[in-house]
């Protein structure tokens, strides 16, 4: 997929995908954590699941603003 299409994001999501400069607000990050609010925990294809280094990388880059570097 490309940062584009990720940006746009899913049916429910929308673009609150990423919303750059807030991760507590991104369903991105919600979905990647153990227990999201709704729907089922992400990769679907998982586990394993992102460990707590990748998570953090994914929750600093978008609060510095989820860039497509």
Not at 6 to 32: F, H, Y
Not at 34 to 62: N, S
Request: glycine letters at 14%; hydrophobic letters at 35%; one cysteine or more.
């Amino acid at each position: 997929g490309s940062y584009h299409a990720m940006r746009q994001g899913g049916v429910n999501t929308g673009g609150a995908i990423v919303v750059p400069g807030d991760p507590c607000s991104s369903e991105l990050v919600i979905k990647l954590s153990d227990t999201p609010a709704f729907g089922a925990r992400m990769p679907l294809d998982g586990p394993p699941y992102l460990g707590p280094e990748e998570l953090q990388l994914i929750h600093d880059w978008i609060a510095e603003g989820a860039e497509d570097n």
